[in-house]
């Protein structure tokens, strides 16, 4: 589970779970781009002009987070190539609850990629991170 100081899951042959780091940040937006489409609707942060100064951002916000246990995101990678991405948000350290969020890439759905990475986050998230309610937040439409 973890590769250092960064903490990796294996999804399945070839699918890994892993906190992004700088050196992801042209995955990242290759990514995200790739799926502009997929995700403008349902991700606020989708936007027309994403950039690769905005994947370093978000990578450097994640890392900071992770550190600060505020959020804990990982993407979701095949090899090298992020095809999503995974983690939980708003933790609430008091009460032992947070949101789980994700995204995949539009040709990877309906594999049960999503399904296998959420079982995985979960039952780190109650066994490692003593959670004891994880809910998921989206649009009806989604």
């Not at 042959?13 to 781009?33: C, H, I, N, W, Y």
């Not at 190539?81 to 759905?109: K, M, P, V």
């Amino acid at each position: 589970m973890d590769d250092g100081a960064v903490i990796t899951f294996e999804v399945e042959d070839g699918f890994t779970l892993r906190q992004v780091r700088p050196e992801d940040a042209e995955s990242v937006f290759k990514g995200v781009m790739a799926n502009y489409d997929h995700l403008r609707e349902y991700m606020y942060w989708m936007v027309p002009d994403y950039s690769l100064d905005d994947a370093k951002d978000f990578i450097a916000r994640s890392i900071k987070a992770a550190e600060e246990m505020t959020s804990q995101g990982f993407g979701i990678f095949e090899g090298n190539e992020l095809i999503g991405s995974i983690g939980f948000n708003n933790f609430d350290h008091a009460a032992g609850s947070t949101e789980i969020g994700y995204w995949i890439d539009r040709s990877y759905e309906g594999r049960g990629i999503i399904s296998r990475s959420c079982r995985l986050l979960i039952n780190y998230a109650f066994r490692e991170l003593r959670m004891n309610r994880i809910e998921i937040r989206c649009s009806t439409e989604n």
